[in-house]
């Protein structure tokens, strides 16, 4: 970890920070979105890009419209206004299945989202088996790769979602999004249901695969610390808007919006932690 | 304001079909906040739930003594599994103050409402007339501490009371505690596995794991030199973030 700038370091990632949008063709694109529920507007024309191997935080509270956001990425809430676009191609209104497959969500609950009645290895390989002309041996070796690049042991495989801790099973999930090849992830308060002993672990690993697999990734959270921990950029959301998009190391010391220092601010710290 | 409530737990023991707490000693003196850390399944929670008698079924207390000195009142992680989904938030206080106060309805109500705005509840006489599910997260837990307020306390008993909250309403409930204690010399005893968190409200710490009580003493002792493996790995959990440059004018 580096004391001087209080961030863990992460393998890689070091190239220069851009904020214009306009420079992420080859990534993820998200121009001038706005998603409305029952006629009120909850996301208003946010635009940002994350380019491939980079990861973006978007920080917010309850109620300032991050998951809306994210499920609009992921396509699964159709934009008020605005476009999504991938590699400089727009992500239509009904997505085929390979742009389904293209914009991945890691989601809070890591329980919720696996089926209890099938083992990790299932899980994958049906998965495998709708997203790729693999055969069973293939496959089965892919499902041994994703486990292991989640560091997780291989008889894992084997095993019931239940037999997992939080952080495990947050890690199957990451396995489960990676499985079907995407070039983006979007990852909900991905530890936020986690002690913090396990945080670290997920966010490593989630930052650490984003980076060697090139995916642009998306980091949801209302924790700042996390966001922090792997971020390359931070965007913060207020109300739908998002009142300042800064890189993570000017951000964290210089915050530029009031309501960014008051986020800031109200962080529990160690005291007397240099 | 001199406090008053004291607890103390001597060789604490709950056992269930084996022994899950392994003899848990603590204390905390009139006035004094002291905090609990540990990770999932540490037995911290559960050593607050047989201090207030509120043991899962099939658990009971197998050996050890705790002593209560003043009234207890709890505060838990999730207001809404402790809230009437079916009454409005302003009754549910002021029902508590009637039992404790034995006063008319018309007192209770007033008295409900000083202690909703004595938390900062916003705008309480309209959000008195809500139920729990009107209201937001921070609300809620607003209106969880006025219903421990009700009872008088003079030991608070929080479980996690911020975990599920934004930073800055935590931040604000955070602060409530503090100024809780300053104003009625609340003692207080605070569960979490968030040492920042318990750093925030406690001058001591007690660290548990696997149901044993590892290590404790002054948080910024604690904090700054730690001495044992469980200390260091509690520190090392809580993210680092840089120190924020300036005030807000400088």
Known sequence: MSESTGRPSVAEGTGGVGVVPEAAGAGLEVVDASVEF???????????GVRPGRIL?????????????????????????????LGGMELGRRRSSAERRAVQLVQQDPFASLNPLLTVGQVLDEL????????????????????ALVDLPADALARYPREFSGGQRQRIAIARALAVEPRV????????????????????????LGRRMRLATLLISHDLSVINAVCDEVAVLRAGVVVEHAPSERFFRHPEHPYSRALLEAVPRLPGRR | M?????????????????????GISLAVAPGEAVGVVGESGSGKSLTLRAVMGLLPRGLRVSGGRIRVDGTAAMVFQDPLSFLDPLARVGSQVAEVCRTVHRGS??????????????VRLPDAAVLARRYPH?????????VLIALALAREPDLLLCDEPTTALDVTVQREVLDLIARLRAERGLSVLFVSHDLAVVAQVCERVVVMREGRVVDGGATVDLVTRPTS??????????LPLPVLAGGSDE
């Open chain 2, 134 to 142: 009107q209201l937001s997260g921070g609300q809620r837990q607003r």
């Open chain 1, 185 to 208: 992830l979007v990852a909900d308060e991905p530890t936020s249901s986690l002690d913090v002993s396990v945080q670290r672990t997920v966010l490593d690993v989630l930052a650490g």
């Open chain 2, 105 to 118: 309805p018309r007192a209770s109500r007033t008295r409900a409402l000083e202690l909703l705005e004595s």
């Open chain 2, 229 to 238: 493996d469980d200390v260091r790995a509690l520190v090392d959990a809580v």
């Open chain 1, 38 to 48: 029952a006629g009120r507007r909850v996301v208003d024309r946010v635009s940002f």
């Open chain 2, 2 to 22: 001199t406090g008053t409530g004291r607890l103390a737990v001597d060789d604490l023991r709950v056992a269930g079909e084996t022994e899950l707490l392994h």
């Open chain 1, 128 to 147: 495998l088996r709708t997203s790729s002309s693999r055969g069973r041996a293939a496959r089965r070796e892919r499902a041994a790769e994703l486990v």
């Open chain 1, 57 to 85: 935080g978007l920080v917010g509270e309850s109620g300032s419209g991050k998951t809306s956001l994210a499920r609009a990425i992921v396509g699964s809430v159709p934009l008020a206004t605005g476009r999504v676009r």
